[in-house]
């Protein structure tokens, strides 16, 4: 039978170890798919870095295009991080005050830092991307923030590349 145990800390090599096994176990799977598609996988994936870092032309490209997914991770993430104020002044105002929470200020404070940096989002997508406000413009990036976050463990350092 297992048993799942917190951990108090994890080892220096393990925090860089998980990151760079997701990279390679996604360029396995991806590979995988690449060759049921018929391509060569090697050629597919020197295409995919070169079209995406090979010049510097390349890389403002793909900087512009990231960024939004960036702010938005960002958003959540810090939205996320202030959990315990945000439970503690949600759950119970009355607690925190008690406890010397200011209520309004928290709640207040995180709404506006994570909608900055969710509105940070918008302006990279509309001056970067497409140059023009459009109706049709969002293309989901709020659900796409949520996961970007997770990924980063709710870290924000974590969510910038």
Request: glycine share 12%.
């Amino acid at each position: 039978m297992f048993r799942l145990e917190v951990r108090t800390s994890t080892p220096a090599w393990f925090n860089l170890a998980l990151p760079l096994l997701a990279i390679g176990a996604t360029l396995v799977l991806c590979s995988g798919l690449i060759a049921l598609a018929g391509a060569g996988v090697l050629e597919a994936y020197g295409v995919m870095f070169t079209a995406s870092l090979g010049d510097s032309y390349a890389i403002t490209e793909t900087m512009v295009r990231a960024a939004p997914m960036i702010f938005t991770g960002l958003a959540v993430a810090v939205a996320f991080r202030a959990k315990f104020w945000n439970r503690v002044t949600g759950e119970n105002p009355e607690a925190a005050r008690y406890g010397g929470i200011h209520v309004e200020r928290v709640l207040i404070s995180t709404a506006l830092l994570s909608g900055a940096l969710a509105g940070l989002a918008g302006v990279g997508e509309v001056g970067g991307v497409h140059f023009q406000v459009m109706s049709d413009i969002s293309p989901g990036y709020g659900y796409s923030g949520i996961v970007v976050a997770m990924l980063a463990r709710l870290n924000p350092l974590g969510v910038v590349p």
